[in-house]
């Protein structure tokens, strides 16, 4: 059975920092890049961050490049996304992704959510 379970959200003031963490089980992680999406109220839900199975390469939206990293571990199947110098902007439920395209099928499964609250 695929699992994803994020943790780590809450309320944090602007400036603050918060590191989300998404528990992989059920599929070869290491096989699978994972993403950080987001959706705020009203606004359609984008890509935040992605890094490829083996952890070597990483992208980011041009919104959070230089505040937030996302990491993964393939021992412990959890990728994480540590968020510095957060922003009112930055409000969001917070999801993690993992996919997977081979020549036959393309695999995506969802995590339930984390709710991050930036305000003062």
């Known amino acids: 059975q695929v699992r994803l379970v994020e943790s780590g959200g809450g309320l944090v003031q602007p400036g603050g920092s918060l590191r989300l963490s998404c528990a992989a089980s059920?599929?070869?992680?290491?096989?699978?890049?994972m993403n950080w999406y987001r959706q705020a109220p009203g606004k359609e839900r984008e890509l935040v961050a992605t890094i490829t199975g083996a952890g070597g390469s990483t992208n980011y939206a041009d919104s959070v490049k230089g505040r937030f990293t996302i990491s993964r571990d393939n021992a412990k199947n959890t990728v994480y996304l540590q968020m510095n110098n957060l922003e009112p902007e930055d409000t969001a439920v917070y999801y993690c992704?993992?996919?997977?395209?081979?020549?036959?099928?393309?695999?995506?499964?969802w995590g339930q959510g984390t709710q991050v609250t930036v305000s003062s």
């Open positions: 059920g599929f070869p992680f290491i096989s699978y890049a």
């Open positions: 992704k993992a996919e997977r395209t081979t020549t036959f099928n393309k695999f995506n499964y």
